[in-house]
């Protein structure tokens, strides 16, 4: 594609726009995901932390 100086700001600019709601689209994907991961993550440090408790229990 070719395009003239005169339009070469409006060119770069609608590129940008388009890799910034690319951009945006892959963040709301990975944060849709990220109660599911946290709630995992909890749930593994619990049982983690129910076997050391086990393994070496307090006075």
């Known amino acids: 594609m070719r395009v003239s100086i005169d339009n070469m700001a409006d060119e770069i600019m609608k590129g940008l726009e388009e890799y910034s709601d690319m951009a945006a689209d892959e963040v709301k994907k990975k944060l849709e995901k990220?109660?599911?991961?946290?709630r995992k993550?909890?749930?593994?440090m619990h049982l983690l932390v129910r076997q050391v408790n086990i393994l070496s229990p307090g006075p």
Request: hydrophobic share 45%; no cysteine.
């Open 34 to 38: 990220l109660p599911t991961i946290l």
């Open 41 to 44: 993550t909890f749930k593994q």
